[in-house]
T-cell receptor
């Protein structure tokens, strides 16, 4: 398996634009996590899904952020409109079951100017 | 705030020495996991210890867990320059499936 695949690897966008980050989890994994990493706040859990259903989205910072998982092999994290303070590295991770080790993608480095 | 807090924030040692990193947490957990992150890369899982376990080994890694003190330690023996990375603890809370990470320890192993 190629592991968790995220795209794009880098994204530079202007403030106010819509940004969509994509994630393909490892085949057969039924838990999926979105994290955000910054120097100031470390790794923050934004949302996680189990069997394609959002279980806990309490980490989503505000309504500008939304996440979907339309099927077991794809998830998106959308920011609309984007702001400079959204600049961070966004990681997607998946695990085979609740509580098991998580496998991380390489991340998307987002810069909002 | 983060569930796990690592100590120290940064550690610099010489190759061959042992490195010890500590993690404290606040809530009841199902398990505690340690991850490694090389600069600019994603996190890689190292080892998982369940709440009913006290010690676990994997190669040069040794993890302990003290649930009464809500703390864990990661020991890397005979460190190598390639061990240079950030190390994070992550806790899985008993209340659900939230995997929450600490702030990490930056380990530098000097050749």
């Amino acid at each position: 398996d190629a592991g968790v695949i995220q795209s794009p690897r880098h994204e530079v966008t202007e403030m106010g634009q819509e940004v969509t980050l994509r994630c393909k989890p490892i085949s057969g994994h039924n838990s999926l996590f979105w994290y955000r990493q910054t120097m100031m706040r470390g790794l923050e859990l934004l949302i996680y899904f189990n069997n394609n259903v959002p279980i806990d989205d309490s980490g989503m910072p505000e309504d500008r952020f939304s996440a979907k998982m339309p099927n077991a092999s794809f998830s998106t994290l959308k920011i609309q409109p984007s702001e400079p303070r959204d600049s961070a590295v966004y990681f997607c991770a998946s695990s085979s079951r609740q509580g098991a080790e998580a496998f991380f993608g390489q991340g998307t480095r987002l810069t909002v100017v | 705030s983060q569930q796990g807090e690592e100590d120290p924030q940064a550690l610099s040692i010489q190759e061959g020495e042992n490195a010890t990193m500590n993690c404290s947490y606040k809530t009841s957990i199902n398990n505690l996991q340690w991850y490694r992150q090389n600069s600019g890369r994603g996190l890689v899982h190292l080892i998982l210890i369940r709440s009913n376990e006290r010690e676990k080994h994997s190669g040069r890694l040794r993890v302990t867990l003290d649930t009464s003190k809500k703390s864990s330690s990661l020991l890397i023996t005979a460190s190598r320059a390639a061990d240079t990375a950030s190390y994070f603890c992550a806790t899985l809370e008993t209340s659900g499936s939230r995997l929450t990470f600490g702030e990490g320890t930056q380990l530098t192993v000097n050749p």
